[in-house]
């Protein structure tokens, strides 16, 4: 790419809540020149889906599988939005079978799960495919997107802000969007092997109050570390029942989780009829073990004993041969946790620069949901 190149708008970040955003910020401001710059291959987050390239035909959504709505009834702004996607065919209804394993009470389970609790909605396309929707569904062309770049510093001078990125590529706008809080974070110091967070160098203390309780509250903020599991089963792997639908969800109870280390199993079947299989966990011990691994293959069977053994006697589960194919993902950028950024927050007139992501406060807090209305808030406040 060129030096240099000006913009009245850059956001960065290319998950869902930055996708929410562009998109109804277009519907105002159609002339505009917007830019996108994402790290990854591609939009989504860690609402996104992996497009293999070692195993042609595969798309297994490997972060979040569909969206929980938990407060749509009570909120106008976020009703309107869910309504809006179901009208243009976005998004549906998520009627799959949902099981909590080895848990006496299912139906309570469910009510009070982060990951059931309230309305869930499945894409009609992959998540990262949700996202792209989004965002060229208004004025489709208008985006520029920088795609694996990575941000590493910022600058506000006359009232301008300068990017640079880890490549040396500059990007200059009148405004900002963070829909990612790693140039604010504390971690951004250990990830980028940089001695002051970027936010923070660009705004000095006592410049913007909202600024410094902003990074006053994500000074606070942890993150629940994951590794995903993407299991590619062969031709002959399928459901020991006849069950047709896209999406099945296995959700274990603390007990099972300390023992199997799995936190969710989630089958997707895929347009080849083949099914993938998503495994998540967030247990400590077994993501150390992992990284210090020194033969991987181990720990792939270890992944795959776990499995068999957690369905050994289930119904509709069949056990995985040692023949299947795995990837591992570990997550960067993963769920936020702890303190919550409050909402009033997200907007600095002064330095010209918003935010937004599943971090703010809200019921939707480390999750989709908070994603979403964050983006539709700040817009609203782009236009008061």
Same mark, same amino acid.
């Given at each position: 790419?060129?030096?240099?190149?000006?913009?009245?708008?850059?956001?960065?970040?290319?998950?869902?809540?930055?996708?929410?955003?562009?998109?109804?910020?277009?519907?105002?401001?159609?002339?505009?020149?917007?830019?996108?710059?994402?790290?990854?291959?591609?939009?989504?987050?860690?609402?996104?889906?992996?497009?293999?390239?070692?195993?042609?035909?595969?798309?297994?959504?490997?972060?979040?599988?569909?969206?929980?709505?938990?407060?749509?009834?009570?909120?106008?702004?976020?009703?309107?939005?869910?309504?809006?996607?179901?009208?243009?065919?976005?998004?549906?209804?998520?009627?799959?079978?949902?099981?909590?394993?080895?848990?006496?009470?299912?139906?309570?389970?469910?009510?009070?799960?982060?990951?059931?609790?309230?309305?869930?909605?499945?894409?009609?396309?992959?998540?990262?495919?949700?996202?792209?929707?989004?965002?060229?569904? $208004?004025?489709?062309?208008?985006?520029?997107?920088? #795609? @694996?770049?990575? =941000?590493?510093? +910022?600058?506000? %001078? &006359?009232?301008?802000?300068?990017?640079?990125?880890?490549?040396?590529?500059?990007?200059?706008?009148?405004?900002?969007?963070?829909?990612?809080?790693?140039?604010?974070?504390?971690?951004?110091?250990?990830?980028?092997?940089?001695?002051?967070?970027?936010?923070?160098?660009?705004?000095?203390?006592?410049?913007?109050?909202?600024?410094?309780?902003?990074?006053?509250?994500?000074?606070?903020?942890?993150?629940?570390?994951?590794?995903?599991?993407?299991?590619?089963?062969?031709?002959?792997?399928?459901?020991?029942?006849?069950?047709?639908?896209?999406?099945?969800?296995?959700?274990? $109870?603390?007990?099972?989780?300390?023992?199997?280390? #799995? @936190?969710?199993? =989630?089958?997707? +079947?895929?347009? %080849? &009829?083949?099914?993938?299989?998503?495994?998540?966990?967030?247990?400590?011990?077994?993501?150390?073990?992992?990284?210090?691994?020194?033969?991987?293959?181990?720990?792939?069977?270890?992944?795959?004993?776990?499995?068999?053994?957690?369905?050994?006697?289930?119904?509709?589960?069949?056990?995985?041969?040692?023949?299947?194919?795995?990837?591992?993902?570990?997550?960067?950028?993963?769920?936020?946790?702890?303190?919550?950024?409050?909402?009033?927050?997200?907007?600095?007139?002064?330095?010209?620069?918003?935010?937004?992501?599943?971090?703010?406060?809200?019921?939707?807090?480390?999750?989709?949901?908070?994603?979403?209305?964050?983006?539709?808030?700040?817009?609203?406040?782009?236009?008061?």
């Amino acid at each position: 790419m060129k030096n240099n190149i000006t913009y009245d708008l850059l956001i960065i970040g290319g998950g869902i809540s930055a996708c929410v955003f562009a998109s109804k910020y277009l519907e105002n401001n159609n002339t505009k020149k917007i830019a996108l710059i994402e790290v990854g291959r591609g939009l989504g987050g860690r609402s996104s889906t992996r497009i293999s390239k070692r195993f042609n035909g595969w798309k297994l959504n490997h972060g979040s599988p569909n969206l929980n709505i938990m407060n749509k009834k009570n909120n106008l702004l976020l009703k309107s939005y869910v309504n809006e996607l179901l009208e243009k065919k976005f998004i549906k209804i998520d009627d799959s079978e949902l099981v909590f394993l080895e848990d006496k009470s299912n139906l309570e389970a469910i009510k009070k799960s982060e990951f059931t609790c309230g309305f869930n909605y499945l894409s009609l396309y992959s998540m990262s495919q949700l996202s792209q929707n989004i965002i060229e569904s $208004n004025f489709r062309g208008k985006i520029d997107f920088y #795609f @694996e770049t990575l =941000i590493v510093d +910022l600058k506000f %001078n &006359n009232d301008v802000w300068t990017l640079k990125s880890i490549n040396g590529d500059k990007f200059i706008s009148k405004y900002l969007i963070c829909s990612t809080n790693l140039l604010l974070h504390k971690r951004s110091l250990k990830i980028l092997k940089i001695n002051q967070i970027p936010l923070r160098k660009a705004i000095p203390e006592n410049e913007d109050r909202k600024i410094d309780l902003l990074l006053n509250y994500l000074g606070k903020q942890l993150f629940i570390p994951r590794l995903t599991f993407l299991i590619y089963t062969n031709e002959n792997y399928g459901y020991k029942d006849f069950y047709s639908k896209k999406n099945r969800y296995f959700y274990l $109870n603390k007990n099972l989780e300390n023992k199997y280390k #799995f @936190e969710r199993v =989630i089958f997707q +079947l895929q347009d %080849n &009829n083949k099914l993938g299989i998503v495994v998540h966990t967030k247990n400590i011990d077994f993501i150390n073990s992992y990284i210090n691994a020194k033969d991987e293959d181990y720990f792939k069977q270890k992944i795959f004993a776990n499995f068999n053994e957690l369905f050994d006697g289930n119904s509709s589960v069949n056990k995985l041969s040692s023949n299947e194919k795995i990837s591992i993902m570990k997550w960067r950028a993963s769920q936020p946790s702890g303190s919550a950024v409050p909402l009033s927050l997200q907007l600095s007139q002064k330095y010209r620069i918003g935010f937004c992501g599943d971090w703010f406060e809200g019921e939707g807090f480390g999750r989709i949901e908070g994603s979403i209305l964050s983006a539709l808030m700040l817009v609203k406040k782009f236009q008061d």
